[in-house]
């Protein structure tokens, strides 16, 4: 309003008489101002919803064009695109897929081949679906599994492929679940068989506990080109013979050579000679035999026959702690056809020598394994005879052969005095008692033996007096051993403590008269690895024998209860540059202050603790911190924590975090 200049008492009366006028018209002036503002935010917001309006039908038209235009990604995208999209969907996804409209059937069903290359068809609702278009995909089709308790979609895929719809196919496993009688399934079984035996090249069938089920002959006849079969049962296979209409009936079914079967691998709780004898008869191009739960007249009608192709027989047992070795790699086409020529010559050869009766049969067999099932050993005259057959031949021997008496051990030396395993690098056996003396004996005068796993010996000294006179191993497997001495549980390992301190000392000398142990040559029969397991004899003292040995880069222990906290320490601190993998197992005297060594090891590459009492989590976090910080060590490639109680979660996160990638971490 600006300064008043009241010069009288009349300009005061003046000037407060105007003063309401004033500030009425400064209100007015305000309210004009407000009130076009507000008109203007009304006329912005008014002109922003019309736009966003606008917006919004052009987009709805763009969808309702795009809608029109009906564009679908497999139209748009390229079918290499298409492909690698289908190929990350399970294939329950794919079968929705499949409903999503006609062209995306088509393009599943028809065009993708390699999503159908692999599928499995079971009890659930999509694999029923799938059953019902499985006549469009079978020809992409090369790996396939009917594990399904319906008999209507059973019998459909069979169909499918009696029909010639799977002209692909490589493999193929059936299981007959819930099934009472398979009688109706043989014919279809078989003539499906026929359909694809061009292709078909591995059969796995499950047969449980059904009447009259489909025979391994039956399989063979109708399937030239198979070259795996792995049949499953849960009757022996005398009883299905029998069951049919007379009892050779499976040796009557294959009365004819079969070129092409290489691995069989039988499941059935009672196996006999008998049931193998046409098998062994026709199928002379069979390299791998495995079974379980096998009469020991089995090795009997083996050692019968002449099995020039023979390379791998095992036993199967329920677990995998000794799983039976697999075939090497497949042979090439032209190899496969010289193979089919040379077995029928020699089918040929055999039957004629068969009639003079004077050929001398001498096996091929590399690999014989036989592990101790159930905790029954095999008699020593079942499988003598067999290990005799194949002495020149064989290189991995896994048995567990039954003990022998004196009179037998002479028996045996005179009925086989040329009995020599010269080319066996692998022995594992139960050195029950006398079996042990006949089994070293073979392998006294070896050069390639090296490795040996010695399990519940009956009197280690004797494994060990030999080991001392033969040429040193690379590794050596010692579990739960025994002495011989009837004194007291203190003066009976005293023996032992003896024999293996005199071992250890024999291969700490033989590395300290090679300078470089590290070179080819020097190292090829270097001691590299020891386990031992539950071996009450050994103490400090041969720990520290031990330690001495300068070639040692693997070290197994586990349940040495008299082996204590200082000696351990010991002997890894003085293997500190040259250990690559440690495993300890149940053993009180490892503690934090073992585990804060293993961060000082340049070259430790693998360890594994288990069921470790005494072990916390400073210790693991003390070694991995050891680990980390040391950077010109190599990084671990495997850390293996498992059942150690005071092993925290927390702790568990913090190896995750510290160790590289590449170590695998087991939690308890």
């Not at 004009?32 to 987009?59: D, P, R, W």
């Not at 059942?643 to 702790?651: A, D, F, L, R």
Request: with cysteine.
């Amino acid at each position: 309003m600006g300064k008043l200049k009241l010069q009288s008492f009349s300009d005061l009366i003046e000037s407060l008489a105007s003063f309401p006028e004033k500030i009425n018209s400064a209100i007015v002036h305000k309210r004009k101002h407000n009130n076009h503002q507000q008109q203007q935010q009304l006329v912005e917001a008014c002109q922003s919803k019309e736009n966003e309006t606008q917006k919004q039908k052009k987009t709805q038209d763009e969808l309702e064009l795009l809608f029109k235009r009906r564009v679908d990604p497999i139209h748009v995208l390229p079918i290499e695109i298409i492909d690698l999209i289908f190929l990350l969907l399970s294939q329950e996804v794919l079968i929705i897929c499949i409903q999503v409209s006609k062209s995306w059937r088509a393009q599943i069903l028809l065009a993708c081949a390699d999503v159908w290359r692999n599928i499995i068809i079971q009890d659930n609702k999509q694999d029923k679906q799938l059953a019902c278009v499985i006549s469009y995909i079978g020809v992409h089709v090369k790996h396939m599994i009917i594990n399904t308790t319906s008999e209507k979609v059973r019998f459909k895929c069979l169909k499918n492929i009696k029909n010639g719809h799977f002209n692909r196919i490589q493999s193929l496993k059936i299981t007959m679940l819930g099934l009472q009688d398979m009688e109706h399934y043989i014919a279809p079984i078989t003539t499906s068989l026929r359909k694809i035996e061009n292709t078909l090249t591995s059969f796995t069938i499950d047969v449980g506990n059904t009447k009259n089920p489909v025979l391994i002959a039956e399989i063979l006849a109708s399937c030239s080109n198979l070259s795996n079969l792995i049949y499953s049962t849960t009757t022996s296979l005398s009883t299905q013979q029998t069951g049919n209409e007379n009892s050779d009936s499976h040796s009557k079914k294959l009365n004819q050579q079969h070129y092409s079967l290489q691995n069989l691998q039988i499941r059935a709780p009672s196996i006999t000679g008998s049931d193998i004898d046409s098998i062994l008869k026709y199928c002379l191009a069979l390299r791998r035999l495995v079974m379980n739960e096998c009469d020991p007249s089995v090795l009997n009608t083996i050692v019968g026959h002449a099995t020039p192709n023979l390379e791998i027989l095992g036993y199967e047992r329920s677990d995998d702690s000794f799983p039976v070795p697999p075939l090497p790699a497949k042979k090439n086409q032209h190899q496969k056809e010289t193979i089919s020529h040379n077995h029928r010559r020699r089918s040929q050869q055999h039957h004629h020598n068969k009639k003079t009766k004077k050929q001398k049969m001498v096996g091929n067999l590399r690999i014989l394994h036989i592990a101790n099932n159930s905790n029954k050993p095999i008699p020593a005259r079942n499988i003598i005879p067999l290990l005799y057959k194949n002495r020149k031949s064989l290189n991995y021997i896994m048995a567990c052969i039954s003990s022998i008496t004196e009179t037998e051990l002479e028996q045996f030396h005179a009925k086989y005095p040329d009995f020599q395993l010269h080319n066996v690098t692998r022995l594992v056996f139960w050195p029950y008692k006398g079996i042990q003396e006949f089994l070293l004996h073979a392998v006294y005068n070896s050069t390639k033996l090296s490795f040996l796993h010695a399990v519940n010996a009956q009197d280690i000294n004797v494994v060990i007096t030999a080991l001392l006179e033969m040429p040193p191993l690379k590794r050596l497997s010692i579990k739960n051993p025994k002495c011989s001495s009837t004194r007291t549980t203190e003066v009976q390992s005293a023996p032992s403590e003896l024999y293996l301190n005199i071992l250890f000392k024999k291969y700490a000398r033989l590395s300290l008269s090679s300078p470089k142990a590290t070179t080819a040559s020097s190292s090829s029969r270097s001691f590299k690895s020891l386990v031992l397991r539950g071996c009450n004899c050994v103490t400090d003292r041969e720990l520290a024998t031990l330690s001495n040995i300068k070639t040692l880069k693997r070290i197994t222990f586990q349940e040495l209860i008299n082996v204590s906290t200082h000696g351990l320490m010991t002997l890894f601190i003085h293997l500190n540059n040259q250990l690559t993998s440690i495993r300890l197992a149940e053993m009180r005297s490892v503690t934090d202050d073992i585990l804060s060594l293993f961060g000082d090891m340049d070259n430790l590459t693998c360890i594994k603790l288990e069921n470790l009492q005494q072990v916390t989590d400073q210790g693991i976090k003390i070694l991995v911190n050891k680990k980390k910080a040391n950077k010109s060590s190599p990084r671990l490639i495997e850390f293996s924590l498992y059942n150690c109680p005071s092993i925290t979660s927390g702790c568990m996160f913090y190896v995750k975090q510290n160790i590289p990638i590449a170590a695998i971490i087991s939690a308890h």
